[in-house]
């Protein structure tokens, strides 16, 4: 049992850590509301007249933003969740000692992905997708983040397999239920916990993807919310009210997905944390 005092000291880093993070959070907000010379002439300053003026200015691109980011994301995440789900169980369920060794190997290949940085795949991609011809599409785009969340979702959503109870397959087999029915009938049932939370950081991570969205799109089209806040910073200067305006606005569906699978994401973290 933790004592009184160590319970105190846990309670004073809890509230550090959360005035850390508060803290930029609410500057954020704050600048969001000034004017260009309101940041010019003060920008640290809390007592100002708040205003609009730079909301209405980056809305339409900041609209337009989020669209290119939704059709991303949201086919991102259900490409992944697609072929992560059945790749997950594959690698987790299986009598067969060679399968075993196969799974074993593959995902030794999919944690040694997780080790290549992102900036090192941009050359291989590009010259994939150009092949392909879908290189300057969105198509192409949601194709270099699938390469890029596949393997992570995989290694997360395995441990959510393995967390089923070997008796409910074993009573499956004894009903007679092949592989198929076994998979829809009581893995994606069992499943619904793991497929939220993986759902929710593939969804949260491809809405802030940035390195493919910069290099796999051409000039001129609409960038994605990464792109966009991106080009708020030039060699000389930054627009900082527009930025954290910018910040806020595309900030909103994230808070809104995040309040949706909020339960289901903790829990499903500390499952895995478990596993």
Avoid: C
């Amino acid at each position: 049992m933790i004592s009184r005092p160590l319970k105190r000291v846990f309670t004073v880093l809890a509230a550090a850590l959360g005035l850390a993070y508060l803290l930029p959070l609410v500057w954020v907000i704050l600048t969001a509301f000034k004017t260009n010379n309101a940041v010019l002439k003060n920008p640290n300053s809390i007592f100002f007249r708040p205003t609009l003026e730079t909301f209405q200015a980056v809305i339409g691109d900041g609209f337009g933003a989020i669209l290119t980011s939704l059709q991303i994301t949201v086919g991102v995440t259900v490409l992944v969740l697609v072929i992560g789900v059945p790749a997950a169980y594959a690698l987790s369920r299986h009598a067969d000692p060679v399968w075993n060794r196969v799974a074993t190997i593959g995902l030794a290949l999919l944690l040694i992905l997780q080790m290549v940085p992102q900036p090192m795949t941009v050359i291989p991609l590009f010259s994939v997708l150009a092949n392909w011809h879908v290189i300057g599409t969105l198509s192409g785009l949601i194709l270099a983040d699938l390469a890029l969340l596949l393997p992570y979702a995989i290694i997360v959503l395995r441990p959510f397999v393995l967390a089923i109870p070997n008796v409910l397959y074993e009573a499956a087999r004894i009903d007679g239920a092949s592989s198929v029915q076994t998979f829809f009938r009581l893995t994606i049932p069992m499943l619904t916990n793991g497929i939220f939370t993986v759902g929710a950081i593939i969804f949260i991570t491809a809405w802030g993807e940035f390195v493919y969205a910069i290099n796999f799109l051409p000039e001129g089209t609409v960038l994605p919310v990464s792109g966009l806040l991106a080009q708020q910073n030039s060699q000389y200067s930054a627009n900082w009210n527009s930025l954290m305006a910018l910040a806020v606005l595309t900030a909103l569906p994230l808070l809104v997905v995040f309040l949706f699978t909020q339960r289901r994401l903790i829990n499903g973290l500390s499952l895995g944390a478990v596993k």
